[in-house]
């Protein structure tokens, strides 16, 4: 009985002697913040010119304004004025006044439309074909003809209704003004002609707007509206981002000739908000609001994420220490110390911060009575980047939590090494300037061509700018602000 009470104690005794030799250390891991990357929401204001045909508008023009102006037909009593003469200091009339029966017409060629950049212009040829019958009685009259060229510069623009509204000012001269030569005197219709002209240019300031809205402009305004309501790829992978677009004004700009063509020029004020994953679901359309004046400046702005996985930081960790503990490390108090390293882990913790915990084991080489001990070391530090620099590095890192362990954790005592730590600090540095191209490139890729209906839209990133890095759930975060010009045009998909 003696001898097995003896036994028993000495297998105590070994048993105890294997469990210091597996003696953890270490400390406890900080909270985990699981977090994704948040970013502020942008103002964008986007150029939308909408595109007329020219042709299609004087296609209309010229089906509804009549091809004959007016008709004359009236008596003039004093086509030709009386001759006088002077005897004896006394004027006498030699031939009386001459009256008349005046008859035409005045008919108007094809209107064309022209003009550049703001200015709209409808020019008419306009011939008048003017007659003086019975001139007196004694002859049966005379024709005269006439040729105007009349110049209409219109002021295109829109109600509250998004309907559109003209306002015309008139320019004409007769380049053979009608008139008849007759018995030595020329008689003139300019005049009566005149009067005429000035109401058939006021019935443009009708009719070009009654053309245009032929042309459903408003209807291409509403669809253009409704379609702005989605999101935008903007990187697929690493990270997946996507800019969610929601309108909130839209401004009228004004008409602009180009060539044939008449540009309605529309200005759309829109929040530009930026997502990392999935595809956020596209915002819920609004009506159409009416015409808002004074919007932001022109420009799209969103932010393009870039993101450094925690992931790719524990391997580039692992290997520093591997390199750190093949050059020997000693510290101070216990000596030489041989030290393997294991798997290393990072990821987000509570204010700002990353965590990062290592496993690893620890033996003093020259003190077999200090017990060899091995489990998982906790740090934490603060990132950080310069202004507009995507270089990333780690400051403040030390052990996470209590630290009242340390007089007698060999492991952690390692882990408070000053060569050890300046190795995982180093080794946490990052440079995203690889990245940072990568997703600027995919961006501006993304919203070069970007067609949504019968809309295409076309951007053009001039400026971009980076913030300070962030500690996110998804991994290290750097902002980017990308700033540019963009436009929306309609242009019907084949089908």
């Not at 994420?305 to 101070?332: N, W």
């Amino acid at each position: 009985m003696r001898r097995g009470w003896i036994a028993a104690a000495i297998a105590a005794t070994l048993l105890g002697g294997c469990e210091r030799e597996r003696r953890q250390g270490g400390n406890p891991a900080p909270p985990k913040v699981e977090a994704p990357a948040d970013l502020p929401s942008e103002t964008s204001t986007i150029v939308v010119p909408l595109t007329i045909d020219l042709a299609a508008l004087e296609a209309g023009l010229n089906a509804r304004v009549p091809r004959q102006l007016w008709q004359i037909d009236r008596f003039q009593p004093k086509c030709v004025a009386a001759k006088r003469v002077k005897v004896l200091g006394v004027r006498a009339k030699v031939t009386p006044d001459i009256g008349c029966r005046i008859v035409g017409q005045v008919t108007r060629g094809r209107i064309r439309l022209s003009g550049k950049g703001q200015s709209l212009i409808a020019t008419l040829p306009v011939s008048a074909v003017i007659a003086a019958r019975n001139v007196g009685g004694v002859l049966k009259g005379e024709t005269a003809t006439g040729a105007a060229e009349v110049r209409a510069t219109v002021r295109l623009a829109v109600d509250r209704a998004w309907q559109p509204t003209a306002k015309v000012d008139i320019a004409y001269d007769w380049t053979e003004p009608p008139g008849i030569d007759f018995l030595g005197q020329r008689i003139k219709f300019a005049e009566k002609a005149d009067a005429k002209l000035k109401g058939v240019i006021a019935g443009l300031e009708r009719s070009l707007p009654q053309e245009l809205a032929k042309l459903h402009a408003r209807a291409r305004i509403e669809q253009l509206w409704r379609q702005a309501f989605t999101a935008i790829e903007l990187n697929r992978e690493k990270p997946p981002a996507w800019m969610r677009v929601t309108p909130k004004r839209l401004g009228f700009g004004g008409y602009r000739v180009a060539g044939r063509r008449l540009e309605m020029t529309l200005q759309a004020e829109a929040l530009t908000e930026t997502f990392v994953g999935g595809r956020p679901p596209d915002p819920a359309p609004t009506p159409l609001p009416p015409p808002a004046t004074r919007l932001g400046p022109r420009g799209l702005r969103f932010f393009v994420p870039v993101l450094a996985d925690y992931a790719q930081l524990e391997p580039v960790v692992h290997r520093a220490l591997v390199k750190r503990a093949a050059r020997g490390i000693t510290l101070k108090g216990v000596g030489p110390v041989e030290a393997e390293f294991g798997k290393v882990t990072v990821y987000a913790t509570e204010g700002g911060r990353l965590a990062v915990g290592v496993k690893a084991k620890v033996r003093a080489r020259s003190r077999p009575e200090l017990t060899t001990t091995h489990g998982e070391v906790w740090l934490w530090g603060v990132p950080y980047n310069e202004p507009n620099s995507q270089v990333v590095r780690v400051r403040d890192l030390s052990i996470a939590g209590e630290t009242d362990r340390q007089a007698v954790d060999m492991l952690i005592q390692l882990f408070l090494d000053p060569g050890v730590l300046a190795e995982i600090r180093e080794s946490l540095t990052h440079d995203f300037a690889p990245d940072y191209q990568r997703v600027l490139t995919a961006a501006r890729k993304a919203i070069a061509g970007r067609r949504e209906g019968d809309f295409l839209l076309s951007a053009n990133v001039s400026d971009v700018s980076n913030g300070e890095i962030r500690v996110t759930g998804q991994g290290l975060f750097l902002p980017v602000r990308a700033k540019g010009t963009a436009a929306i045009r309609y242009s019907p998909a084949t089908r």
